[in-house]
């Protein structure tokens, strides 16, 4: 019973980090129906931007991850506006190969900044810390930290989406972009706002993945991978429904390597399948949201 409890535990922690991964990506499609395939790489990005502010510039890690935070919503806001735009349409197919073929270059100009090399970000006494619970299950401290920010993100996008300007302005793009010009709703700039927040999203993403583990410039795929099953897992565009989703991959990755450490990511793929299977649509397709 102590193991099931443990593995359940720790499977939501893990669950956090895959919900901030994927919560930009939500975000994005929820308001312009775009999947973007680099996001997993501009989480990679992100860390290593906050692994430039520590070792080259000698900022604080928090004070660096501030700055990657800004700096990705900046450079979210111009590709969409400079770049995406030109590709958002009816046909679906453009702008999936701008996104791929952005993944190819920030992949290829990390290596040649940064090498292959494995990098890790450093959080000091945070990455060792634990809360004991009794019964031989203790909590991580950097766990439990990425988990109550994925919590606080998937609250703020919630707040901004329904009690904002700025969120009516997103849903009626949503809805119908066309209408939503009419009415005079700048849609390019619009869109822009949305992928510099979800790029700001993907820069703490970036955080919790290099204090947690080694990263180097080809394990974004991956991320975008996990991302991608979290959101379609909660049900495309619902939030709350991406944090749900990661949580079901982190149970059922820390469930597989209970049994056999080789199973970890096979069982987070088996999960996607089976929800895929029985709820099409999600577990909280936006619909009902």
Known sequence: MTTV?????????????????????????????????????????????????????GLPLPLAALVAVMAMFVVGFVLQ??????????????????????SIIVQNGLLEVFSADSRRLNAGDLETASLPLGGGIAIG???????????????????????????????????????AQLMGIDNRKLFAIA?????????????????RA?????????????????????????????????IVIG???TAGAAINPEWQILAGHVAFLLVLVLRPRGLFPRATD
């Open 5 to 57: 409890l443990d593995v359940i535990i720790q499977g939501i922690l893990l669950g956090g980090l895959y919900a901030l991964f994927a919560a930009g990506l939500s975000l994005i499609f929820g308001v312009m129906r775009l999947v973007n395939l680099a996001h997993g790489d501009l989480i990679v990005l992100a860390a290593f931007i906050i692994l430039a502010a520590v070792a080259f510039v």
């Open 81 to 102: 506006f400079v770049i995406l735009n030109r590709a958002i349409g009816a046909d679906i197919l453009p702008p999936l190969l701008m996104t791929f073929g952005m």
């Open 141 to 179: 401290v950097m766990p439990l930290i990425t988990l109550a920010a994925a919590i606080a993100v998937i609250v703020l996008l919630n707040q901004v989406f329904y009690r904002t300007a700025l969120g009516r302005a997103f849903r009626a793009v949503s809805d119908d972009p066309s209408v």
């Open 195 to 211: 992928m510099g927040i979800a790029l700001a999203v993907a820069a703490l993403a970036g955080l919790f993945l290099g204090i």
């Open 214 to 246: 080694n990263f180097d410039p080809t394990i974004g795929p991956a991320r975008l991978i996990f991302a991608f099953e979290a959101v379609i897992i909660g049900g495309l565009g619902s939030l709350w429904g991406t944090l749900a989703g990661g």
């Open 251 to 253: 149970v059922a990755q």
